[in-house]
């Protein structure tokens, strides 16, 4: 049983244009969340993150929000840049004591 | 300050054979993790280390067995290679179970 879903496994996005990649989750334990950015032969890379307290993290061209209603959060590049290609990881966690659970990831490419 | 190191880069096992898999941080993290990431199914957790002394079962753990040697190291062992062991391993760490988590380069494995 999935907690944590991205349910686009590819996504294309002009360069300039706004990146927006999507994850749903069931638990409503989860109280943290965060994003997470791969490139090829490399480990994943923390990107940003959000606090259930919040609706809304931005840092420089990078921005979560989160629906707690909705059980859903979404994560915004703008401006998309070549860069940017990768494939992204959306994860959660709940109590104090849990780990962090990951979804399958979405895979972005920027075009140019 | 090396983060997460991971060794061997690559190997090529016989089914059958054993080998162990070599992780250690030196950022000081609690916690520790293995995860294989395999096409189309992110990353899988195949078992952690919530603090020094403590082992426990994720996702995917049968055929494998770890050690979490001391704060710094936790290793991974396959004791009778298999083929649907092919896959790329990465190790984790993190202060605790639910915060951020820091990758490793990762290990490529093919077992013939």
């Known amino acids: 049983d999935q907690q944590v879903k991205q349910n686009s496994p590819s996504l294309s996005v002009q360069e300039g244009r706004i990146s927006i990649l999507n994850c749903d989750y069931t638990n409503s334990m989860f109280d943290y969340f965060l994003w997470y950015k791969k490139y090829p032969a490399e480990g994943p890379t923390f990107l940003i993150s959000i606090s259930s307290i919040k609706d809304k993290n931005e840092d420089g061209r990078f921005t979560v929000f989160l629906n707690k209603s909705a059980k859903h959060l979404s994560l915004h590049i703008v401006p998309s840049q070549p860069g940017d290609s990768a494939v992204y990881f959306c994860a959660a966690s709940g109590v104090r004591d849990d780990k962090i659970i990951f979804g399958k990831g979405t895979r972005l490419h920027i075009l140019p | 300050n090396a983060g997460v190191t991971q060794t061997p880069k690559f190997q090529v096992l016989k089914t059958g054979q054993s080998m162990t898999l070599q992780c250690a941080q030196d950022?000081?993290?609690?916690?520790m993790y293995w995860y294989r990431q395999d096409p189309g199914m992110g990353l899988r957790l195949i078992y952690y280390?919530?603090?020094?002394?403590?082992?426990d079962k994720g996702e995917v753990p049968n055929g494998y067995n770890v050690s979490r040697l001391n704060k710094r190291e936790f290793s991974l062992r396959l004791e009778s290679a298999a083929p649907s062991q092919t896959s790329v391993y990465f190790c984790?760490?993190?202060?605790?179970?639910?915060?951020?988590?820091?990758f490793g380069p990762g290990t490529r494995l093919t077992v013939l």
């Open positions: 280390s919530a603090s020094e002394g403590t082992t």
């Open positions: 950022m000081n993290h609690n916690s």
């Open positions: 984790a760490s993190s202060l605790q179970l639910s915060n951020e988590q820091f």
